[in-house]
């Protein structure tokens, strides 16, 4: 069984800061890509930063330059940094990885955590 648990989701003041976290646990043999998805009420899930396991990165037009998406392999974890918040950018953020498991180590698995809420007031 894989497990993302995702944290940092908090209340901030347009403007501020946010660390999201994700980790994976569990029978994870390898982690492929790995990102971050924004679900808003009323809205579809959109990606917002997603990034490979050689590193290269990929964000939402609008959070370009204000996020930075990073990985640990060593910790099986996704971070996003958030700065300059704003009120657009709240919503529940998801995290995402591809991801084999000892027990099928060539298959590749999409995996998705339980979301973790981020509000930014103006």
Known sequence: QVQLVES?????????????SCAA?????????????RQSTGTQREMVSTIT?????????????RFTISRDD?????YLQM??????????????AFIST???KTTWRAYWGQGTQVTVSS
């Open 25 to 37: 646990s569990g029978s994870v043999y390898e982690i492929n890509s790995m990102g971050w998805y």
């Open 83 to 96: 700065t300059d918040l704003k009120p657009e950018d709240a919503g529940v953020y998801y995290c995402h």
């Open 8 to 20: 940092g989701g908090d209340a901030v003041q347009a403007g501020g800061s946010l660390r999201l």
């Open 74 to 78: 060593s910790e099986k974890a996704v």
């Open 102 to 104: 000892p027990q099928a």
């Open 53 to 65: 396991r050689g590193g290269t990165t990929d964000y939402e037009t609008s959070v370009k330059g």
